[in-house]
């Protein structure tokens, strides 16, 4: 999983603030290790549950009020 967050400040008291959960989207599988070498290897595993959960994007902005 790759997850990236960038921020930006605004001003004096600003901030925005960009995350993107889950970059490659990579598929998550659920598998009977056929061979027992602890990896998943789609030609010799028994695949039970294959899912991809998308890419999360949020977008965020703060303000703070009072000076620090």
Do not use: A, H, P
Not at 2 to 7: S, W
Not at 49 to 66: I, P
């Amino acid at each position: 999983m790759l997850d990236l967050q960038l921020t930006k400040r605004i001003g004096d008291f600003g901030e925005l603030k960009l995350t993107v959960g889950d970059l490659l989207n990579q598929e998550s599988v659920f598998y009977q290790d056929q061979d027992d070498n602890g990896k998943y290897n789609d030609d010799k595993d028994t695949k039970i549950v294959g899912q991809k959960f998308g890419t999360n994007v949020t977008l965020g902005f703060s303000y703070n009020f009072g000076r620090n």
